[in-house]
């Protein structure tokens, strides 16, 4: 049974939230503040975090800077009622699998929270090759999931780790958007399209120290991960 952690502090909304992922098979447990959400979830192993982004004591987004710190991996559906632009970049910025506006019908969520946790399953059984790649001047262990040069170490997120590894195996190839998408997020969707130019920003600073490495975006074309040898 997949476990969720439910930060939300409308108590009434709450429970019908609780009901409904219950009733899908879910485990849920449920903070009504961000704080107590924090608590539970150092003690606590979740499959996926819903959190609410307006909570007395510790806000969602805030909540989730937290969450990351213990587990970068962990899938976070954001819930508010706000429609504002930069919540929702916010939102994405931070990681986040999908970001839902109130009022919203609960089958949805439910749909959106069961494709999350398909393609979580779905990255983390893909297998990385073994050992040390040597892109440019970086050494990339996908084992170890890391990137260094210099003597300096960037820890990567195993999707980081999996866009890299994807990307070198297609290096100096101009790749549709979607074909990446389907590949490491399995899904096309708008959203994910989002997430993804968020990892290729990441991306792109974490390569920043050697010139002839380059990601380059035509737009509605698709992406080129440039290495000149």
Request: hydrophobic fraction near 40%.
């Amino acid at each position: 049974m997949k476990k969720i952690l439910l930060a939300e502090d409308d108590f009434d909304f709450a429970l019908v939230l609780k009901h409904y992922l219950e009733l899908h098979d879910f485990e849920v447990i449920w903070c009504e503040n961000g704080q107590k959400a924090l608590d539970e979830f150092r003690k606590t192993a979740f499959s996926i975090c819903v959190l609410d982004v307006m909570m007395p004591e510790m806000d969602g987004f805030t909540l989730a800077e937290e969450i990351i710190q213990i587990n970068p991996e962990m899938p976070f559906v954001f819930l508010t009622a706000k429609k504002l632009k930069e919540d929702k970049i916010k939102g994405l910025q931070l990681g986040a699998d999908d970001y839902i506006v109130k009022p919203f019908e609960v089958d949805e969520l439910i749909l959106r929270i069961q494709n999350i946790l398909k393609r979580s399953e779905s990255i983390k059984s893909n297998r990385f090759e073994k050992g040390k790649i040597q892109i440019g001047n970086y050494s990339f262990d996908s084992q170890r999931m890391c990137l260094e040069i210099d003597n300096k170490t960037q820890q990567l997120t195993e999707k980081e780790a999996l866009l890299i590894q994807f990307f070198y195996k297609h290096k100096n190839q101009l790749i549709k958007r979607e074909t990446i998408l389907k590949a490491i997020w399995k899904t096309d969707d708008f959203f994910s399209g989002r997430s993804m130019d968020v990892f290729i920003s990441k991306l792109r600073k974490y390569f920043q120290e050697d010139s002839r490495i380059s990601i380059e975006s035509i737009r509605f074309v698709g992406i080129e991960f440039k290495l000149k040898e």
